[in-house]
Each structure stands twice: as C-alpha cells, then as structure tokens.
C-alpha cells in the first residue's frame, strides 16, 4: 500500500493548482451589429509555468458554426516537427532561424479551443492573437497575453499554502482504495425528437405557445412517440457529462547521444563507471547462450526542448444554461444535448422574414461529414397585395434593417417591402414640382433617404419621409432643348463613403459625381467604354462599369482611362472557372455589385449565371445548371447579416433570391412565406395547415404516413384550393365571371356574337 500524506490546506490548493481552465458558458455575449463577427478571447492571463492552460474563443460571435478561427503564435511558441495538424487544419510558419528550425505562425482550423502547457521560462509574456472570419469574409481580432509566473515551491507547504502547516493537520490517502471512476457521458437518445424555436423576433409569447402546440400535437397524432412537448416546465439549468475535444501543446525534451563509447571505439578509462547507463554484449553466432564480453557504454548527452501535441476528448461534468431565447442552429443543438434528444426541429424567422422549419440531428452535427455548401436561387414569393402592386420590377436597393426598396414599372412607383413584404410607396404623396414620372435607379442613404433618377425629367432627386428635393436636373434652352454638352438619361445610381452621388448617363455613357448641392464633376468621359449599363463600388470607393455588348468589366483609372478587370477580347475563350477573371469570356453582363469583402458579382444573361470575382481576381460561378438566373434586370447585394443577392427580372414580373446554404448531409428544410401578413389576416390559425404541411416535408422518412380516406383527401385537396385562390383574389373572381357568363348562358340559349363566319 502506498500512502500520499500532506494537509488539508496543501491538498485543497493543490487541486486548484492542477485543475485545468474549461470555458464557462455562463457568459453573457455582447451585442454585436448584424453582418459583424467578434472575436472574443477573455482577459489576459498570469499562468505558472509547466502548467496548463485553455485558449477559449468559444465567446466570439456569431455563434451559429460559421466562423473560422485563425490562431496567430509569436516565434518559437510551437515547433514545426512538433505539432501534428488534422486535415482541417492549414498552418503557416516562420522563416527557419539559424539552426534550420522552423516555428507555427499561424494555425487556421475550426476549433474554438487551443490547449497547451506553459513553457518553464518564468517572466516572459507571449501575445497571442485570434482573428475570426465568416464564410463571406467579415473578421475580426483579439488579444491576448500570456505571462509566464515561477512555478510553486512544493517542497515549502508554507510557501504556497500561505500559512505554516503543522503534522497534525496531515492526512493519509491510500490510492490503492480510493481510485477515481472515470465519468460516463450522458446518454443521448437518438429516436428522441426536441422542438426548438430560434429567431422568434416579433412573434408574441402566446404565438410561439401555439405554434408549438401545433407541431407538438400533429406528430403526436401522427404516431410519433419519442418526442419531447416544447410547451412543457424546462429547468433553468441542466447537469450532464458532456465530452469536449482539447488540443494540448506540452514541452518535452529529447536527449541526444553525441559520444558513444562503444560506436566511436574511443577509450573509455577516462569516464567514471558510475552510473552504468547500459551492458552491451557480444554473442558467439553458434551458442546465443553463451556471452563472452561485457563492456561499459559511457554516452554524453546534450538535450532538446520540444513541444509534443496531444488531440484527445475528456468529459467534463459541468451545469449548463437552458437556452430559451436562441437564434442559431447551435444554440437548439446545446438544447437538444441538454434534454438528451439526438433529432432537432428548429422553427422561427429567418433573415427574409419566411417562417422556416428545419430538421436534422446531433449526429450531423458531431459527425466529421462534410457540410453541404452551395449557393442556392429561388425566387421571393410576396404576399397577395404586393404580388398585384409589384408588377415590372426594374431596380432595387435596400436600407439598414435590410428592407428591399423596388421600383415598379407597373405603378411608376417606388415601395419598401418591410418585414411584411407589404408594399408602402415611397414617393406618392411628393409634391407637384418634385414628382418622379420615371424611376430609372434608386439607392438609399445612411438614414433611410432615397436617391432617385428620373430618365424622363432627365433629374436626380433626394427624398425623405415624404419630402423631395431636386439634385441635379439637366440644363435646357429657353427652347426646351438640352443645352450642348450636359449628361442626359440618368439610369444606375450609387453613394460613395463620403454620400457623394454618382450616376450613370446613358446619353452620353459618362460617369458623374455629385455633392449635396448638386455640384458635378466628371469621372468618366462619354464615349470611353462603349455602352456602359451599370456601375458599382467597392469598399474603397473605386469606379467600376459594365458593358454589356462589349462583353467586359472595367474598373475606371480617371476620367479618361480604364482597365479591363474581367472578360477578354479572345473569341476563343470559354467561361472558365479558377482563372483570372481576363482569362474567363463574359457573355452578356448586365448588372454588377460588391459585397462588404471586395468581392465583385456579375449577372450574365446570356449564359444565366451570376458570376464572383474575388479580391485576388480569381473568377467563379455561383449558379449553374438548374440554378441559373436569366432576363435579369438589375443586380444588387444586401449586406444585412448572410450576404444575399437580388435580381429582377422585369418582364416576368419576379424577384430572384441568390443565397449561401450551410447545411449538414441530412438536413431537410422547407418554408412558410410572409408569415407576418398571415397573422396580421388571420392570426395563428391562418398558418395552421401550412405548419402542418412544412413540418410533413422537413419529417418525411420520420413521421408515419398519414392514411388518409377518400373523403380525407378530397377535404385536403379542397383545402389547398381554398388557400390558392385565397392568394389570388383576382383568379377567383374571372372564375366567378366566366361561371356566372356559362349559366346565363345555358339558362337563356343565348348565342354569344361573333363574326358572321364563326361557327356556331
């Protein structure tokens, strides 16, 4: 038996001494705007050296699993030979230094967590920088320095206890007896189903109460055992054993053999036989049995530190926070792991205000499957009074909250959509004298003010909260004619950094830049490029022009020089991906925009695709085969929260949704559109049946079949005729018409006119 003795004191400190840093998720996250990441790496830390310690980024935000997380090491932190990198993982490293050495620099993976020992070199402090990115490229950094402290004199109890121990306050610990179980993960059951809402924004307490009786009760009677009610009592907090994976960086040091008695032959009656480090024997090949010379092996040694790593999951008991206000995926995951339920269904309102339902497991979350990433199109489905109003929809803008502002060709109007896609006209009520007859490009301001051009008053107005004010309009004579040499036909429209406007003129092809006062200047000269039809700019307010017939992208020099940035004068060429955006053929690019990254978008109609040129000016296609986008009218970026583009198509009187798609493997989605305007209508009973049906599509392979009767189908099929014609009051009505025009008919034996050769 072997018996530990120490004190009370010394014992209670030493366990705080050993144990190991593991984040708390008890930590309030800052507020953070929408579209923006922050990385969040704590406080500064004093650690003793030969000691461990935990990087956490887990506070950085977004929390939904879309950041990157890029570690950045001072010099000789992390030995290159020594760190054994995942797949996943992309390391940078330092020049070699004089010894052919080479150290990490950086370390770009997506672990929220890096775990290593502090090195034994007392009072030097290391800096140690997280920079976070999201898949559109948003970052941000942290700081954090580490400052190596003396490690604790054991053999003095006083010197770290803080007080002197005597030997009665000692006890005997028999580790023979007292062993340490080891902890068990909690058990999580796979067939077992957690409704989740996340990202209930507007939605009232009683609203998200109902909705979730209502999906909780259909998969009850649908035959769904093993699922949890959403409506039930969910403690505040929940214990559980839950596995963590930890990256540990330790020091170790490797001796080196450098003189060897018996390899070199060197004459060892100079060294000292004690201590003996090894016996090397001589055997006789025809008796192994048999030895017949035994010599001393003296060795010298010099030593190398190095730094070993160690990937390995411990279990952690810990108590967790029960999320009852999420907003990501991972939020309703961390909820399902603490109710022990291994299948997630997620609901609530996403970025485009759609009521969206989601179904996947814990299993594709945890599993190392890869995501399925893509870039999904499909077109924005309006509520029943904006799909009668929104007809010929030409241009598009949006303000801060990401509310879309549209031109419709159809009223000579300008709408912002709002959260309940329900249009409200943005120049009605405008003054006589300031009245816009043709909206041909709109942009909004900071504050929410619009930025119009008017092609037939030839005009740039200034509105806001129903008051206009004229720009810029163009010169005439007393004869009505334009006066010699003034820019006519105002289209595209953009705002610079300092609210400059700048405008597009097809009369001319010129560029031109105005201040408040309406003072121009010219940025790009007619006749330089050749049919200019949109303009964009980047975060560095640099001048880029499309051209649609000469098949390129030009990014303006000055006034009266430019450079091709994407396209190419070889008729040879194809539209290749991977290549720089000059070696790629363009079609018929039509629309251009930039992302918040510098990322410039391209809609090409002849090929209906919409086309990414990276910073570096690498060129891509985002949609291809059955997601490719034609007849665009414009092409714009929304920056608010995910990226997303929008283009318009004119003459079918739609709107075109371009979006990124993070998804796991098995992941089933399906969407409820304008659910605000359904409350507003008809409250939650409005949006019962299509509750019913999304969660039948995102549950398919899950929930049993419903069997249905004859009369059953007919009653659900009566009911999805009701609700399209619902949509569409203006198709119930000419149905009404046509059936009241057949009865008079059949009822009077009336023949309709027509001319006198038409057959009765």
Not at 327 to 333: G, P, R, V
Not at 473 to 480: A, I, L
Not at 636 to 657: G, M
Not at 658 to 666: D, R, T, V
Request: charged share 20%; glycine share 6%; with cysteine.
């Amino acid at each position: 038996m072997r018996s530990l003795f120490t004190s009370f004191h010394i014992l209670s400190m030493s366990l705080l001494f050993c144990q190991e840093v593991i984040y708390s998720e008890n930590v309030s996250l800052k507020k953070i705007p929408p579209g923006s990441v922050l990385a969040d790496l704590g406080d500064d830390i004093n650690a003793v050296s030969l000691t461990t310690i935990i990087l956490d980024g887990s506070r950085s935000q977004p929390q939904n699993g879309s950041l990157t997380y890029e570690w950045l090491f001072p010099p000789n932190m992390i030995a290159k030979n020594n760190y054994d990198f995942s797949d996943s993982d992309t390391p940078i490293y330092y020049d070699p230094d004089q010894t052919g050495n080479q150290s990490v620099k950086s370390l770009t993976t997506r672990d929220k967590f890096l775990e290593f020992d502090v090195p034994n070199l007392p009072g030097q402090a290391y800096e140690v920088v997280l920079r976070v990115q999201n898949h559109v490229g948003t970052t941000h950094r942290d700081t954090i320095i580490i400052t190596v402290e003396p490690p604790l004199d054991m053999n003095t109890p006083s010197s770290f206890s803080g007080m002197e121990i005597s030997s009665s306050d000692t006890l005997a610990i028999d580790e023979s007896t007292k062993l340490r179980e080891p902890l068990v993960a909690t058990l999580i059951q796979n067939n077992l189903i957690t409704i989740q809402p996340i990202n209930k924004k507007d939605l009232n307490p009683m609203q998200v109460n109902l909705i979730n009786k209502n999906i909780y009760i259909f998969l009850k009677e649908r035959g769904l055992k093993h699922v949890l009610d959403p409506n039930r009592v969910i403690p505040k907090k929940i214990s559980i054993n839950k596995p963590y994976n930890f990256t540990r960086i330790e020091n170790d040091t490797i001796a080196i053999a450098y003189l060897d008695t018996v390899s070199s032959g060197e004459d060892f009656s100079k060294f000292t036989s004690d201590p003996i480090d090894t016996v090397y024997k001589e055997f006789s090949l025809n008796d192994s049995t048999i030895t017949n010379k035994a010599y001393y092996v003296f060795r010298a040694y010099e030593y190398e530190i190095t730094n070993d790593t160690l990937t390995y999951t411990e279990i952690v008991d810990t108590t967790l926070n029960y999320n009852f206000d999420c907003e990501d995926y991972d939020c309703a995951s961390e909820n399902a792991y603490l109710e022990r339920a291994g299948r997630i269904l997620s609901w609530g309102i996403n970025q485009y205000d759609q009521l969206e339902f989601h179904y996947f497991t814990l299993n594709d979350l945890y599993s190392s499957a890869s995501p399925i990433n893509k870039w999904v199109a499909e077109s924005v489905i309006f509520n029943p009074i904006s799909d009668s109003l929104i007809r010929y929809p030409e241009y598009i803008s949006f303000d801060s909250t990401g509310s879309s502002v549209l031109v419709s060709g159809n009223r000579q109007d300008i709408f912002n959509m709002g959260k309940n896609l329900l249009p409200l006209s943005m120049i009605k009520n405008l003054s006589e004298g300031n009245s816009i007859e043709h909206p041909s490009g709109v942009c909004v301001g900071r504050l929410g003010e619009l930025y119009i051009t008017d092609q037939y008053k030839n005009s740039i107005f200034w509105v806001y909260e129903g008051v206009a004010r004229t720009v810029y309009s163009t010169p005439r004579y007393k004869n009505g004619d334009f006066i010699d040499g003034e820019p006519t036909i105002p289209t595209s429209i953009r705002l610079n950094s300092l609210d400059e406007i700048i405008v597009l003129f097809l009369g001319d092809g010129s560029v031109r830049k105005f201040d408040r006062k309406g003072v121009q200047s010219v940025l790009l000269q007619p006749g330089v490029i050749e049919n200019p039809c949109d303009i964009a700019l980047n975060n560095e307010d640099d001048l880029f022009v499309a051209s649609a017939i000469g098949k390129k992208i030009y990014k303006v020099i000055n006034d009266n020089e430019v450079v091709v940035i994407a396209g190419t004068d070889n008729i040879s060429a194809a539209a290749l991906d991977g290549v720089t955006a000059t070696e790629s053929a363009l079609g018929y690019p039509v629309s251009i925009d930039f992302d918040i990254t510098n990322r410039l978008y391209i809609a090409d109609n002849l090929f209906g695709s919409i086309r990414v040129v990276t910073a570096d000016g690498i060129i891509s296609t985002l949609t291809e085969k059955k997601n490719r986008v034609y007849n665009v009218g414009q092409l714009r970026v929304n920056n608010y929260k995910l990226t997303t583009l929008y283009a318009t198509h004119p003459l079918e009187h739609s709107v075109t949704r371009i979006h990124f798609q993070n998804l796991a493997p098995n992941s089933k989605l399906a969407f409820i559109d304008y659910p605000y305007y359904t409350l507003e209508k008809e409250g939650i009973y409005g949006l019962e049946y299509p509750i019913k049906e999304a969660v039948d599509i995102v549950l398919k392979g899950v929930v049993p079949k419903e069997k249905k009767s004859t009369f059953s189908k007919l009653s659900h099929y009566g009911n999805k005729i009701s609700i399209y014609i619902k949509k569409r009051p203006i198709i119930f009505g000419l149905i009404l018409v046509l059936l009241n025009q057949g009865i008079t008919d059949l009822l009077t034996e009336e023949v309709k006119d027509g001319p006198p050769d038409f057959p009765n």
